[in-house]
């Protein structure tokens, strides 16, 4: 599988000028070639092909005086910024046939010079490297910087150069890993755990674990407010705007930052330590616009199930999904009597049928593992039951599964 590497580059000011003319040469070609292909659809004319904009966009333009500072540049950043305009009118058009999974994208829109995120890419073409002192060495750039945090597996066909809205500068590599190197790298696990994901705890774990939520937001608020109260009384166009706008983006950053990695240390953990997870698919989107917005978000879900689904895969590990609409909080653990939906403020409730009492979230915890089939009894045998193929006069839709759930 592909990983991406990011690691944080320190360009000097010569340097970061270089690197700031690069994004600007690179948007203006993408601008151009998106404003080529909206002047050929309202002519109703086809669409100019990559061979043909990058002849007139690139090779001909260095040669007018209007656009001689493309020059300036490397040519391969030019051809990447074509071909990413390209991928985004692909990704378009497959999104209005529905032939792309997720949200539909809109149309390409132009770059703006104020966009706080920006980023260029080399290929191998653009004879980049690594010097013997541990310098990115990128042409018209030089050699930058490189806070290497830790070693890459292989040798990367290409590198993006990515500034953030913070100011800060990566170098990101996309890397083909090793599956074998993977395995040997992951110790031998038996066992296995559901994961109730909530707000009051992160996570609770079948076995009684619980993680309390950090809440990165919430103990960031105080000085979030403070920034964004100077940034509010700058004058806007000043250059205390600026400073006042990297405070404010520095600050979400840190927060970003540390919660990410909360998220990993966990992850890498949990999948270290068990052969096979079970996780409910929560409807985040849903839970996002309710009262509990804020905590929902600061929580970050989605994030922290997408790196439990890749390390999962990478490490050979299972990984189910259960259902967003399984009753966890509803059924006794237990004896599987069902008692019906509870408020938020009841934290521990009794089974009116076996008399167990149960700490919500771990019995949640615990229904999650039994319904992503990994329970199993005191024989050793799974609590699911076996699949039994639908007889001929039963209706399809009301059978049993003919294959069993992918993890």
């Known amino acids: 599988m592909q990983l991406r590497y990011a690691f944080r580059l320190y360009p000097e000011p010569g340097q970061r000028t270089a690197l700031a003319r690069a994004f600007g040469c690179a948007r203006v070609v993408y601008n151009d070639a998106v404003r080529a292909r909206e002047d050929a659809r309202r002519a109703g004319e086809a669409f100019p092909t990559a061979g ?86 990128l042409p018209k750039v030089g050699a930058v910087k490189v806070k290497w945090s830790r070693v890459l597996p292989a040798r990367p066909s290409s590198v993006s150069v990515i500034k ?10 996309v890397i083909d ?43 960031a608020e105080k000085k979030l407010k403070k920034v964004q109260w100077e940034l509010s009384r700058k004058q806007k166009g000043s250059k205390n705007r600026e400073k006042a706008r990297l405070k404010v983006a520095r600050a979400h950053a840190q927060v970003a930052d540390a919660r990410r990695e909360f998220h990993h240390q966990l992850s890498t953990k ?19 616009r309710t009262r509990l917005a804020k905590s929902v978000h600061d929580a970050g879900w989605t994030q922290f199930v997408h790196m439990l689904e890749y390390k999962a895969v990478r490490y050979g590990r299972t990984l189910v999904k259960i259902g967003r609409f ?31 009492v149960h700490d919500r979230d771990h019995n949640a915890a615990k229904n999650v593992k039994t319904a992503a089939g990994l329970a199993v009894t005191a024989c050793g045998a799974q609590v699911r039951p076996g699949l039994v193929l639908a007889q001929r006069d039963e209706a399809g839709s009301h059978g049993f599964p003919s294959e069993p759930r992918a993890a």
Request: net charge positive.
């Open 52 to 137: 043909v904009l990058s002849q007139k966009l690139i090779t001909e333009a260095k040669q007018t005086p209007e656009r001689s500072w493309l020059g300036e540049v490397s040519a391969v950043v030019l051809q990447q910024s074509l071909r990413d305009a390209e991928a985004a009118y692909k990704n378009f058009f497959a999104a209005l046939k529905g032939e792309r999974r997720g949200a539909k994208t809109g149309a390409p829109r132009f770059k703006s010079r104020k966009d706080t995120r920006q980023s260029i890419r080399f290929t191998a073409n653009a004879c980049w490297s690594i010097t013997g002192s541990g310098r990115l060495n």
């Open 164 to 173: 953030d809205a913070a100011g800060r500068c990566f170098a990101s590599f």
């Open 177 to 219: 890993t090793d599956p074998a190197a993977d395995a040997a790298w992951m110790p031998d696990a038996n066992h296995t755990v559901g994961i109730d994901l909530g707000l009051t705890h992160f996570a609770v774990l079948s076995d009684g674990t619980k993680i309390d939520s950090p809440r990165f937001l919430r103990r």
């Open 326 to 356: 399984e009753p966890t909080s509803q059924v006794c653990s237990a004896c599987g009597a069902k008692d019906g939906p509870k408020p938020l403020h009841i934290r521990e409730w009794t089974c009116a049928a076996c008399g167990a």
């Open 270 to 288: 949990l999948i270290r330590d068990n052969q096979a997870i079970g996780v409910e698919d929560l409807a985040v989107k849903g839970l996002a």
